[in-house]
């Protein structure tokens, strides 16, 4: 997504409105990939404040991110403001995380990698694809919302583990059973 500054980046307090539309590869997060729906668009303007330039604007796409739950693939809905400054001045440009100032040469600034990284801190924590979404079966892996799980299991709480060793100890060595401790001849 690359902006062509010529018409604004010499004029001190210049502002140049920029809309821009285009289909970005599939962006990731460590090894993870999320995939776009929709081309991104970037609606805003550049402002020439002297010192740098200011994009300020709202990014908008689509992208296809797996349900917390049972990992059915869901559309969301991105929408996000975006505030950018970018400098061909070496002395403004600083390693302080406090306000980010990226270094540009030329008539173009690439805004690529600011709309990309806009895009992926929009992106919810966990997203669901229905509010009653039953999810997987933790045993077999069957999507609960589209077929029912036929295993069975005994979870216990850990901490009577011992407690239930216990008890079948006891049953195989003729202790306790139904509630007697007799032990019965037939």
């Not at 997060?29 to 402002?47: C, H, R, T, W, Y």
């Not at 306790?176 to 007799?182: A, D, L, R, Y």
Request: net charge negative.
């Amino acid at each position: 997504m690359k902006v062509a500054v010529s018409k604004v980046k010499n004029i001190s307090g210049k502002i140049m409105p920029v809309d821009l539309e285009e289909f970005l590869p599939v962006l990731s997060i460590g090894e993870d990939a999320i995939k776009l729906l929709a081309p991104v668009k970037f609606s805003g303007q550049v402002e020439n404040t002297g010192a740098a330039l200011v994009f300020r604007g709202h990014v908008t796409t689509t992208v296809e991110l797996p349900c917390s739950r049972c990992m059915e693939a869901v559309p969301y809905q991105v929408q996000a403001p975006f505030l950018e400054t970018f400098s061909n001045q070496p002395n403004l440009i600083s390693d302080e995380k406090d306000e980010e100032i990226y270094p540009f040469e030329g008539d173009e600034i690439d805004i690529t990698s600011q709309v990309s990284r806009t895009i992926l801190l929009e992106l919810p924590m966990k997203i669901l694809c229905r509010e009653e979404c039953k999810g997987l079966c933790p045993e077999c892996g069957v999507n609960l919302n589209f077929a029912a799980c036929r295993c069975v299991s005994e979870s216990i709480d850990p901490r009577f583990m011992t407690l239930k060793k216990f008890f079948e100890e006891s049953s195989t060595e003729g202790g306790v059973v139904n509630g007697s401790t007799e032990e019965k001849n037939l």
